[in-house]
Each structure stands twice: as C-alpha cells, then as structure tokens.
C-alpha cells in the first residue's frame, strides 16, 4: 500500500517562507510524477506544481511562478516544495500526489495522480 506523507505547513507572514516535504512508501519502483496541489477556502482543489524523475522536468502554476521551487530527492522518494514570497491568497491545504504510470503526461490534472497525502495546512497572514 503506497502512503505519502506531508509535513513542513504552518503559520506564517505575508512574504515569508516554508518548505513542504511529502515522503512515499510502500511500493518499490519510484513514482514517476510527483505533485503538490492546493485547495483554499471556499475553492476547488488545483494544480501548483509537479516534478518528473529528471532534473528540470518541472511545472508550475503561473501565479506561483518565480515564488515556488519544486524538487525531487529521486532516491529517497521525497518531493519538496519551497515556497518564498508567500501572499495570503496561498493559503491552502496542500496535497501530495503521485503517479506510478509512466504513459501519463497531464501533470496538471487531478486524475492523473493514483495516491494523494492528507493534506497539510499552510496559513498566511497579512
């Protein structure tokens, strides 16, 4: 059973800073796409950013862009998610995806991603 598990939310200013991590276990092949989405107050759950297996290989939201860094640790199945600049219109619950399925390309959609993290809760105040 594949788990993935989220920590690094919490409280913080406008401007400020946090690191996301979101660490996979159970399956012994690495995933090939890793993700985080978000979903605010009052909104529908959407994409912020995702990492492929290869250095570079990266997509993000253009309102988190220049702001948001996505990183993979390959081998030790981490996905990291550093978020500088931070606006109060960030704050979300952030959720961990993966996907095992390497014939799947739409890294920005919701159905793409077999296993999802509980979420963790990122606040920013103004």
């Known amino acids: 059973q594949v788990q993935l598990r989220e920590s690094g939310g919490g409280l913080v200013q406008t401007g400020g800073s946090l690191r996301l991590s979101c660490a996979t276990s159970?399956?012994?092949?690495?995933?090939?796409?890793m993700a985080w989405f978000r979903q605010g107050p009052g909104k529908e759950r959407e994409f912020v950013a995702a990492?492929?297996?290869?250095?570079?290989?990266?997509h993000y939201q253009d309102s988190v862009k220049g702001r948001f860094t996505i990183s993979r640790d390959v081998a030790k199945n981490i996905v990291y998610l550093q978020m500088d600049g931070l606006k109060p219109e960030d704050t979300a619950v952030y959720y961990c995806?993966?996907?095992?399925?390497?014939?799947?390309?739409?890294?920005?959609?919701?159905?793409?991603?077999?296993?999802w993290g509980q979420g963790t809760q990122v606040t920013v105040s103004s």
């Open positions: 995806a993966a996907n095992y399925n390497p014939l799947v390309t739409a890294v920005r959609m919701m159905a793409s991603y077999e296993y």
């Open positions: 159970g399956r012994i092949f690495r995933p090939e796409t």
């Open positions: 990492s492929g297996q290869d250095f570079g290989d990266t």
